[in-house]
């Protein structure tokens, strides 16, 4: 799913506006009666208290309007505009109207009123700022936020949290809304997904609006939400007549004494994703537990009893992963020196190759173009140094990728993926994979899916995407804490079929029940 800028949405509101021959006032109808379905379908008529906070402009509009088709259905409504400035838009005026008309006349709230009382219990509608905000709210009105987050009760809000930018990390975490559930419409915003912005909603949901489906394909966006629908097109189909020979040979490099688990993870993981053959290279310590446990791979070891000190094979892999658990030691760090030096290989660059990377910084321009990197937050700041804040981090993590032409893995809740200055924003995985060694089993996914003919960028992202269903599958059956990385590989295979399989017949909310009933 694509993730339009605010500049973009406005765009698709005048080309949907156009194209459907409707006006704004219609569009802002619809929206409402999105809204109302949403709420009606689950509410179901309860007499709960509804408060609804509106702004003056257009997301102030959909607030008022949704307030006439919960009135229409005899909610118990109180409805207030929050009256932070005089330039009222038009469509909030229309609805304003056609409240009036109906006898309800809103609180009018300014610097001065007295905040209603709102309890537990109650729900809170948060139509007060949109993608419109372009400055921080007024002093007012962050209190007005404070006084909904003491009341507790539930706040849905409308499009995107009152006082949260598109585009920027807020200066006053209380100067946001904090929402339980936000019903964005069309298409959510980037802001959910980085770490510093995507706290202020618990949960958020897409509304179909009906914008122009030929303007949402053919806008070409900065960032992709990448799930089962972008994914299933990447997959390449197994044939009947290959053999392992046609499946690739993936060689993980790596490991030193007490830390060789980590290419016996990637290395299974490599195989579980697919590579036809998968050949560990690992210090001397390393030969027996990989031999032993794991009898699939086939071993290489260095000359070292407990480092990588060399790092040389006359075996023809298709792609190298080259990092996990392999320490930085001196000698490890002039065999890999050496190796990029020599080396032609597609690469998967993980961990303390990467630390080595960061640290000798002529090896960066040694890299082959389109090298994966996939560093976890405190390895991608050695590499592309401090940042500001998420949307710093995403311009210098763009900037680096572009610089040394590699496919940059941002790992985090939602990893992203960043090439050619475009974000691939992954939506699996759970808070029980933070455990050690699930970092080693992405690597080996990325390698097995490039050895598979998988192009890198591809790779990254599907690699990325199967690792978290694996875990979201695997957590099932061991929950968070007794979630382990082997576990998390046992479950690719899973994560595989499940691309495949039929999503259970539910059925939706807008087909059972509509606002003109
Ligand atoms: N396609 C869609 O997604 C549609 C969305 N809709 C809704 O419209 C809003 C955006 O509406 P807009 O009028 O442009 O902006 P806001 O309501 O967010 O803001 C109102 C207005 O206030 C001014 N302003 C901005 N910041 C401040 C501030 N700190 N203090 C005071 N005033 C401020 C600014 O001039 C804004 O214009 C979108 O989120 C949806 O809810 C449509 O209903 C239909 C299609
Ligand atoms: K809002």
């Given at each position: 799913m694509?993730?339009?800028?605010?500049?973009?949405?406005y765009?698709?509101?005048?080309?949907t506006?156009k194209?459907?021959g409707?006006?704004?006032?219609?569009?802002?109808?619809?929206?409402?009666?999105?809204?109302?379905?949403?709420?009606?379908?689950?509410?179901?008529g309860?007499?709960?208290?509804i408060h609804?906070?509106?702004?003056?402009?257009?997301?102030?509009?959909?607030g008022i309007?949704?307030?006439?088709?919960?009135l229409?259905?005899?909610?118990?409504?109180?409805v207030?505009?929050?009256?932070?400035?005089?330039?009222?838009?038009?469509?909030?005026?229309?609805?304003?109207?056609?409240?009036?008309?109906?006898?309800?006349?809103?609180?009018?709230?300014?610097?001065?009123s007295v905040?209603?009382?709102?309890?537990?219990?109650?729900?809170?509608?948060?139509?007060?700022?949109?993608?419109?905000?372009?400055?921080?709210?007024?002093?007012?009105?962050?209190?007005?936020?404070?006084?909904?987050?003491?009341s507790?009760a539930?706040?849905?809000?409308?499009?995107?949290?009152?006082?949260?930018?598109?585009d920027?990390?807020?200066?006053?975490?209380?100067?946001v809304?904090?929402a339980?559930?936000t019903?964005?419409?069309?298409?959510?915003?980037?802001?959910?997904?980085?770490?510093e912005t995507?706290v202020?909603?618990?949960?958020?949901?897409v509304l179909?609006?009906?914008?122009?489906?030929?303007?949402?394909t053919?806008t070409?966006?900065d960032y992709?939400?990448?799930?089962?629908?972008?994914?299933?097109?990447?997959?390449?189909?197994?044939?009947k007549?290959?053999?392992?020979?046609?499946?690739?040979?993936?060689?993980i490099?790596?490991?030193?004494?007490?830390?060789v688990?980590?290419?016996?993870?990637?290395?299974?993981?490599c195989?579980?994703?697919?590579?036809?053959?998968?050949t560990?290279?690992v210090?001397?310590?390393?030969?027996?537990p990989?031999?032993?446990n794991?009898?699939?791979?086939m071993?290489?070891?260095?000359?070292d009893e407990?480092?990588?000190?060399k790092?040389?094979?006359d075996?023809?892999?298709?792609?190298?992963?080259?990092?996990?658990?392999?320490g930085?030691d001196?000698?490890?760090?002039?065999?890999?020196?050496d190796?990029?030096?020599?080396n032609?290989?597609?690469?998967?660059?993980?961990?303390?190759?990467?630390?080595?990377?960061?640290?000798?910084?002529?090896?960066?321009?040694?890299?082959p173009?389109?090298?994966?990197?996939?560093?976890?937050?405190?390895?991608l700041?050695?590499?592309i140094?401090?940042?500001?804040?998420?949307f710093?981090?995403?311009?210098?993590?763009k900037?680096?990728?572009?610089?040394?032409?590699c496919?940059?893995?941002?790992?985090?809740?939602h990893t992203?993926t960043?090439y050619?200055?475009k974000?691939y924003i992954?939506t699996?995985?759970n808070?029980?994979?933070?455990?050690?060694?699930?970092?080693?089993l992405?690597?080996?996914?990325v390698?097995?899916?490039?050895?598979q003919?998988?192009?890198?960028?591809?790779?990254?992202?599907?690699?990325?995407?199967?690792?978290?269903r694996?875990?979201?599958?695997?957590?099932e059956k061991?929950?968070?804490?007794?979630l382990?990385?082997s576990?998390v590989?046992?479950s690719?295979?899973?994560a595989?079929?499940d691309l495949?399989?039929?999503?259970e017949?539910?059925?939706?909310?807008?087909?059972?029940d509509?606002?003109?009933e």
């Amino acid at each position: 799913m694509k993730i339009f800028s605010a500049k973009q949405i406005y765009e698709a509101d005048k080309a949907t506006i156009k194209k459907n021959g409707i006006s704004s006032d219609e569009l802002m109808e619809g929206v409402a009666v999105q809204l109302f379905n949403w709420l009606h379908y689950r509410i179901q008529g309860a007499p709960v208290k509804i408060h609804l906070f509106c702004g003056i402009g257009n997301n102030g509009g959909d607030g008022i309007a949704l307030s006439r088709h919960l009135l229409e259905h005899g909610y118990n409504i109180e409805v207030y505009v929050v009256n932070y400035s005089k330039k009222r838009s038009d469509d909030f005026l229309v609805n304003l109207d056609r409240l009036k008309d109906r006898k309800v006349w809103p609180e009018f709230l300014e610097e001065s009123s007295v905040l209603p009382e709102i309890g537990r219990d109650d729900i809170v509608v948060d139509a007060i700022f949109g993608i419109g905000l372009n400055r921080a709210p007024d002093t007012w009105v962050v209190k007005l936020f404070d006084h909904i987050r003491q009341s507790e009760a539930f706040v849905l809000s409308v499009d995107i949290p009152s006082g949260l930018f598109t585009d920027k990390v807020p200066h006053d975490e209380n100067a946001v809304i904090r929402a339980n559930h936000t019903l964005s419409f069309q298409v959510p915003k980037l802001v959910f997904f980085l770490p510093e912005t995507g706290v202020f909603t618990e949960q958020w949901e897409v509304l179909d609006i009906g914008i122009d489906p030929e303007f949402l394909t053919n806008t070409e966006t900065d960032y992709e939400l990448i799930g089962k629908n972008e994914m299933l097109p990447v997959y390449i189909p197994r044939e009947k007549f290959s053999h392992k020979g046609s499946h690739g040979h993936g060689l993980i490099v790596g490991g030193s004494y007490g830390k060789v688990g980590a290419v016996h993870l990637a290395s299974k993981a490599c195989l579980y994703a697919g590579s036809g053959l998968v050949t560990a290279y690992v210090p001397k310590c390393g030969y027996v537990p990989l031999q032993t446990n794991f009898p699939e791979a086939m071993v290489i070891t260095d000359v070292d009893e407990e480092v990588i000190s060399k790092i040389e094979f006359d075996i023809d892999p298709t792609v190298i992963g080259i990092g996990v658990g392999m320490g930085k030691d001196k000698r490890s760090v002039q065999a890999l020196d050496d190796f990029l030096n020599s080396n032609k290989k597609p690469l998967v660059i993980d961990a303390d190759a990467l630390n080595i990377l960061a640290e000798n910084r002529h090896l960066l321009d040694k890299i082959p173009a389109q090298s994966v990197l996939t560093p976890h937050p405190k390895e991608l700041e050695r590499l592309i140094g401090t940042w500001k804040d998420d949307f710093d981090k995403l311009d210098k993590a763009k900037a680096f990728s572009k610089k040394y032409d590699c496919v940059l893995v941002i790992k985090g809740s939602h990893t992203i993926t960043l090439y050619d200055e475009k974000g691939y924003i992954n939506t699996t995985g759970n808070p029980g994979m933070g455990t050690g060694g699930t970092g080693d089993l992405l690597t080996g996914m990325v390698t097995g899916l490039i050895a598979q003919g998988y192009n890198p960028l591809n790779a990254a992202v599907f690699g990325v995407y199967l690792h978290g269903r694996a875990g979201d599958i695997a957590v099932e059956k061991t929950g968070y804490q007794a979630l382990t990385a082997s576990a998390v590989a046992e479950s690719i295979g899973a994560a595989f079929i499940d691309l495949f399989a039929v999503p259970e017949n539910r059925p939706r909310p807008n087909e059972n029940d509509t606002a003109q009933e």
